[in-house]
């Protein structure tokens, strides 16, 4: 299985389930920004507790691995668990969003955009992408999340919103951060 079609199979799975979800991530960053290799599809779902075997029985044994228990703590606690394609080594890391204001305003903003002929997917908006990558950069440090940024604003430069960014950097505690970021790529 490849990349692609992992994708494919998650997003036809999700439908199917009435699932809502947003596509994030290295793979969003890809799309709004500069290419890079990545191995993992992050997806955000709105996921609740009577509805995890449901989702459990579409990425079926053995083709996949998907821990239930993992997968009910997740929702629990609006964490994260994996499924794992074993034979590609390929990984969907599903993260469960907790219920704030700015996760409502990530998915309400959702885009819907076609990346085959027969698929539409529904990505996180750029600018909630990079929002996320802050939050990931504060959490851990990695430079990674400043590099995929700064390829966002540079591709999508007239197409982000930097007053959303900025609002919402300042309401979550990143205002130094999207500072810095902004004077280092200036719109």
């Known amino acids: 299985m490849e990349q692609d079609e992992l994708l494919r199979f998650a997003v036809e799975a999700l439908h199917h389930l009435g699932l809502r979800y947003l596509v994030t991530g290295s793979i969003a960053t890809v799309l709004y ?35 239930p228990e993992s997968v009910r703590r997740a929702v629990e606690r ?40 027969d698929l539409e997917v529904s990505f996180a908006a750029p600018e909630d992408v990079i929002i996320k990558k802050m939050e990931y950069y504060r959490e851990g440090g990695s430079d990674k999340h400043l590099r995929d940024i700064t390829g966002i604003l540079k591709v999508r430069a007239e197409d982000v919103d930097r007053n959303y960014i900025a609002d919402w ?19």
């Open 33 to 67: 920004g500069e290419p890079r290799f990545t191995n993992d599809i992050d997806v955000v779902v709105m996921l609740s507790g009577d509805r995890i075997e449901e989702l459990c029985r579409s990425f079926p044994q053995p083709e996949f691995y998907i821990n």
């Open 78 to 117: 609006s964490g994260q668990f994996d499924i794992i394609h074993p034979t590609s080594g390929l990984r969907l890391d599903v993260m469960v969003p907790a219920e704030t204001p700015f996760n409502r305003s990530r998915f309400g903003r959702a885009r819907q955009i076609t990346l085959m002929p």
């Open 169 to 187: 950097a300042e309401r979550l505690g990143l205002g130094e951060i999207w500072s810095a970021l902004a004077r280092r790529v200036p719109p």
